[in-house]
Structures are given as C-alpha cells and as structure tokens.
C-alpha cells in the first residue's frame, strides 16, 4: 500500500488561504498611503521616494519597533480583531515622535497558527486605520503561518517604523531646563500595557468574564480592555510647529515616573502632581480587585497619562490651546527642578489623584 507524498498543506501551511488574506486587506493598505510611496502591496519590499527629504537640510531617520503584548489574548477571546492594529501603531509611532520625528512608513508582522483571511485581513484594517490616524503609511508587512507552535486562534503582532527629523530640531533631554514645565495628556485607557497583570488580576484572582458588564465603566469588562491605545503622533507634531518643545515622553510598560526619568537630563528632575488628574476607572478597578499597591500600579500602568510634553513656561497656554482645539485633553501635571546631590529620585510623584 503506498502513500501520497507530504505537502506543505498537510503540515498545516494553507498558501491559498495566505493569498486571500492578502487580497482581502488591499484596500485597506491601499488607504494607508501617503504621496511618496511608490507601487503597491505584494513586492518583495515597499518602496518609499527619500527624494521627499530632500527639504531637510541634515534629515535623521528614526526607527522604532514594538508589539501590543498580550493584549492579543483579549483580541482573541473577545473575538475581535480590527482594533488591536491601532494599538500597534500607537506604540510605534508615538515612541518615533518622542524625539520629535515625522512617522514616515511601517511595516507589520503578523504571526498566526492558522490562516483565516478575514481575520487577518481585520487586523490590517486596523493597522492601516492607526496608520491613517498617524499620517504614516503602510507599505507592507509579512504574514506567517506556524502550525504546530501556535494554536490554531493564536497570534501575535509586531511592526517597524521609520520616520525623519531635521537634525537641529531633535527632542530630548539637553533641551530642558528648570522651571519648565511638564504638560500630561490624557490616555484613552490601559493602552497596550500592562495586561499581565490585568490578565492576573481580573480574570485569575478576581474570576471576572469578558462579558461582565462594569457600571463603573459604562460598558462591558471586555470592550473596556479592547479600547484602542490613543495616538499622538499628530497632536505632538503640531506642537512642535505652534509653540517651544523641549521634550516628549510616551508612557508605556514602566509606567509614569519611569518613562519621564528618560528624557530627564543629569543633575534634574521632575516633580508630578496627581491631585492634578483623576485616572479613569479601569486603573481603581484593577488595584481593589487584586489589591494591588499605588506603586505597583504606577510602575505598570500609564495611570491615565499616554504622553507627556515638556515646554518652557511661557509655552504652556499656547501649547495647552493647540491640545485642546485637536480634542486632546491635556493639564500641566508638574514642572522640572534641580536635583540634590544624591538624590536618585529623578521623578518624584506627589499628592493624590483627584476625585
């Protein structure tokens, strides 16, 4: 008795369905464009015209990469897909224009147990719409099938970024000064940080489904923890051209205190008020039901502050004005001040949070 050869299907390889995923997100991609992208989806690479850079007088290329980690898992039991593209970009993008760079073009990677084309395609939807939001294109990605390593509904993504600034215009730690001033713009929610513990938390020590409608949310536990990370990209570029920016800080996986510290220079610090905002709801919930200490929440979770600016003083109105005419909320959460000697504290968090 003979047997039939073994095929890339057989091991669990779908190449038809890789393909119908890929027609399926071309429109998506195709709105995810800006003027300097040359071609179309379905090249070994994506091609970007640098001929546009040609305006800078010393252009420097930044790049970023970064995943939404596990926040995929709710994706995946929530059975919703076309959001936690936004998330991607959120992390990318936003970690980009903290120096003060132009998102330019990303890429995506996008790794699955099994190929289903329309949630594959779902989740470049999304991409392509974080991208849009961020004035970026999208000009390709990789989609993998790895039967055998991920369960059939698992996934995962990831994407690169590149964007560009003039050379004399970078943001960052030589540029602030004492006295000036730390404005905090608020978070959407948990963005994409965090779900670790969150996971722990309410469904492992707390027993809470997706499902549980959360009156302190306003909606169910699930569409709270889907909730798209908020993207800056814009709002911050726009400051740069309206007003003084000395620095940007995007918070992230560390939480407040620790990402600020990173573009604080040598010898200052910072000091945050949280009388000065009041965290959303997520983050209350998420300390009472697993006891979790403010320290532990702070050193995890962005606590209801996405990015941070810091502007000299007499920057504060204008740059205030410019947030809130973009409906960005946004509130001057502290200021920089001389460190003493031996102190390690760079950013030092005082007061209670309001409400």
Not at 12 to 32: C, F, H, P, S, T
Not at 58 to 80: E, F, N, Q, Y
Not at 245 to 263: D, E, K, Q
Not at 325 to 347: K, L, M, N, P, Y
Request: aromatic share 6%; with cysteine; proline share 3%.
């Amino acid at each position: 008795m003979s047997e039939s050869g073994s095929t890339y299907a057989a091991a669990g390889v779908d190449i038809e369905a890789g393909d119908r995923a890929v027609e399926l997100m071309k429109e998506w991609v195709k709105k995810a464009s800006r003027p300097e992208v040359v071609g179309g989806l379905g090249g070994f690479a994506g091609l970007f015209d640098a001929s546009a850079l040609a305006r800078y007088q010393r252009p420097l290329l930044a790049s970023a990469t970064d995943g939404v980690g596990t926040k995929v898992d709710i994706a995946r039991r929530m059975g919703v897909y076309d959001t936690i593209g936004r998330d991607l970009v959120g992390m990318v993008v936003d970690d980009l224009v903290v120096c003060g760079a132009e998102p330019l073009f990303m890429t995506d990677y996008i790794c699955v147990g099994k190929v289903y084309p329309e949630r594959v395609a779902a989740i470049v939807k999304g991409i392509a719409e974080g991208c849009t939001l961020a004035g970026c294109a999208l000009v390709g990605g990789e989609t993998a099938e790895h039967p055998g390593l991920l369960g059939a509904d698992d996934f995962d993504v990831a994407g690169a970024g590149t964007g560009v600034v003039e050379a004399d215009r970078v943001l960052g730690a030589d540029r602030i000064r004492t006295g000036d001033a730390v404005i905090a713009m608020a978070s959407s929610g948990l963005h994409s940080n965090g779900y670790s513990l969150v996971r722990h938390v309410l469904f492992d020590r707390a027993g809470w489904a997706l499902d549980r409608d959360v009156p302190e949310l306003g909606r169910t536990l699930g569409e709270e923890l889907l909730e798209p990370t908020r993207i800056y990209s814009l709002d911050c570029l726009a400051l740069t051209r309206t007003t003084e920016v000395h620095a940007f800080s995007h918070i992230t996986g560390g939480g407040l205190a620790n990402n600020l510290a990173r573009v604080i220079p040598e010898g200052l610090g910072a000091v945050v008020d949280r009388s000065t905002w009041t965290p959303g709801a997520i983050f209350q919930l998420v300390g009472e039901a697993g006891s979790v200490e403010r320290l532990e929440l702070e050193k995890t979770l962005n606590m209801g502050v996405g990015m941070m600016a810091v502007v000299p003083a007499d920057s504060v109105d204008v740059a205030l004005t410019t947030l809130a005419d973009r409906g960005v909320e946004a509130w001057v959460s502290g200021e920089i001040t001389e460190r003493t000697a031996g102190d390690t504290e760079v950013v030092t968090l005082t007061g209670d949070h309001a409400g």
